[in-house]
């Protein structure tokens, strides 16, 4: 039930049967470049309805249909816009997913109700040969129990779906870390409702000017987010998490103090620092997501992060906020909503 893979090189056997699997209706989590999915046939209502159950997900939250060709999404939106071409050619096979108009070959219960379909085309080799072994089309949420970060390691996903799913592909960690980039390119205007690792300036290099779903780093609008998904809390933390914004030097001081208020009332406390700062925080745990220099080691380590918080049942939590340019709104994005908006400007 547990598959081990060294590197990209899965047997053929272990693939055929985790196609085989998804082929008869079962559920198989598999690596990505972005994070673990939890795979499902996308045609078959059945599976995604038992994708929503393994996940206590709600079922109006759409799931992504992963290909593994080009063309194959001529098979299952229409029509297939020129933004949608011109952002495929650029980043398929890649972390990002677009949003158009679905054709009747994706059952309602894969797309949350939604006339519209979510398509993306990972570049991992064992995501794709096992898209193939499944028939070309595989509906795959994160791997995470509902409220759970993303998983980036199989352990994880071992965590979260033990004897809910019927077969786990253990790639190793993931390489990026945090969920794709989600445009809709279903409509006149290009719009991001989920910043990822292919960024804003990215596709503006592609299509012109792109918008972003405002809801995506203001936390004050009443608007609802246009990803379902987006309006959830994502991942509650089981402590609770701040945000501490100011100068470096002002930043290490507040948190301390506020740590030091905290440890007063007898609870755990834990701080996301930079190797920058690592040293200088007194919190109980402290743990460095990488450089401040270095986006992508941040990327990389944060769900790893607040699952380790998690584990060790930190009651209170601070993080150091981060530039919400270039792959910055990515990580912001993901830091807002663990942390409900909680924001301190110091
Ligand atoms: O990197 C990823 O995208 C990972 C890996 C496994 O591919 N998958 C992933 O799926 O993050 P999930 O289900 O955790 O997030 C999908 C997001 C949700 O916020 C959902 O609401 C949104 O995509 N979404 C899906 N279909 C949509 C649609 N038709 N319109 C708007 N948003 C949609
Ligand atoms: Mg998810």
Redesign the pocket.
Known sequence: IYAVIKGDNADEEQIRRAGDILKAGGLVAFP?E????LGGDALNPDSSKKIYAAKGRPSD????V?ICRWEDIYRIAEPVTEEAERLAEAFWPG?L?M?LQKKDTVPKET??G?D???I?F?SHPVARRLIEAAGGFVA???ANASGRP?PTMAEYVAEDMNGRIDMILDGGAVGIGL??T?V?VSGPEPII??PGYVTQEMLEKVLGEVELDQTILDGTTALRP?????KYRHYAPKGELSIVEGSAEAVVEHINSLCACAAAEGKKTGVIATDETFARYTADSVKSVGSREDEEAIAHSLYRILREFDDEEVEVMYTESFSSYGMGQAIMNRLLKAAGHRIITV
């Open positions: 990505t972005t994070v673990y999915g939250n759409p799931l992504i992963h972390p997913t949003i797309t949350g939604l519209t379909v979510a993306r990972p795959a949420p994160s993303s969920e794709s989600i809709d409702l989920r246009k990803a379902p998904g987006m």
